[in-house]
């Protein structure tokens, strides 16, 4: 009883202490006033942010970037190895029981002259059983199960951490095309009324209504238009 007693007390006395996380002062309650006529919207999914966009072909990209990514991949591999080692730690505090099953078969030739049990069969089986528990005394099973599950939960955050960088930085690229893409259509409209206008302003010249003055500069206009086109195109392109 005595030594049982002194085991428990040993057990207690784990390495270090037991970790605490820091105490950060938040308000109980959080809130903003409202503009007048406006409500608080649909609560947004932060697991999947980039669908408040509406953009079926954003959420298209976002797929193709999640599956293919090497980034997320590799981040992906380090949950799956510490998750393995957090439940190897997690399994060493239990007992451990090994069986291990041997069988063999042997026959003697009948032709042996120097055997006294020629053309017999013999049969072996063997079956050994271990087991084996190593005693928490001072806690080192226990931080090393703590330890390994602390590695396995920064390897998630570190996933959510490339995958919020990889997607951010896609959000900022495909708003960027778009608007490029929106610069571009409106630019070729204002190309196509320019062109109206110089048609307009020939007629007008014909008619001695306008001097060749203005005939010019409405050229001008439509000339520089079209010139940014071609360089618009440019950055489209290095944007896709």
């Known amino acids: 009883m005595r030594y049982l007693l ?6 207690a006395c784990k390495i270090g202490p ?6 950060i002062a938040l308000n109980a309650n959080w809130q903003i006033d409202l503009p007048a006529g406006e409500q608080v919207g649909k609560e947004i999914n932060l697991d999947r942010w980039w669908e408040v966009f509406n953009e079926s072909s954003l959420n298209c990209i976002f797929e ?5 990514n090497f980034d997320i991949k590799i981040a992906q591999q380090n949950i799956n190895k510490t998750r393995a080692t957090y439940d190897i730690s997690r399994r060493a505090i239990y007992p451990t ?6 069988s063999s078969r042997t026959a003697t030739s009948d032709n042996a002259s120097n055997s ?10 063997n079956i050994t059983f271990q087991s084996s528990w190593e005693i928490d005394l001072w806690g080192r099973v226990t931080r090393a199960k703590e330890a390994a599950n602390a590695r396995y939960l920064a390897s998630v955050a570190a996933k959510r951490d490339v995958m919020l960088s990889i997607l951010a930085e896609l959000v900022n690229n495909y708003l960027q095309l778009r608007g ?7 630019l070729e409209e ?8 110089f048609a307009l302003r020939q007629e007008q010249l014909k008619q001695g209504v306008i001097s ?7 050229l001008i206009r439509r000339d520089s238009a079209a010139i940014a086109l071609p360089e618009l195109k440019a950055q489209i392109s290095s944007t896709i």
């Open 6 to 11: 002194l085991l428990i007390l040993l057990s």
């Open 18 to 23: 037991d970790y605490e996380p820091p105490k």
């Open 64 to 68: 193709l970037a999640y599956q293919n």
């Open 97 to 102: 029981l090994d069986l291990n099953a041997e």
């Open 116 to 125: 006294f049990n020629s053309g017999s069969i013999n049969n072996r089986h």
């Open 180 to 186: 490029l893409q929106k610069s571009q259509f409106l």
């Open 190 to 197: 204002n190309i196509k009324v320019l062109e109206q206008i």
């Open 212 to 218: 060749s003055f203005e005939l010019t500069k409405t």
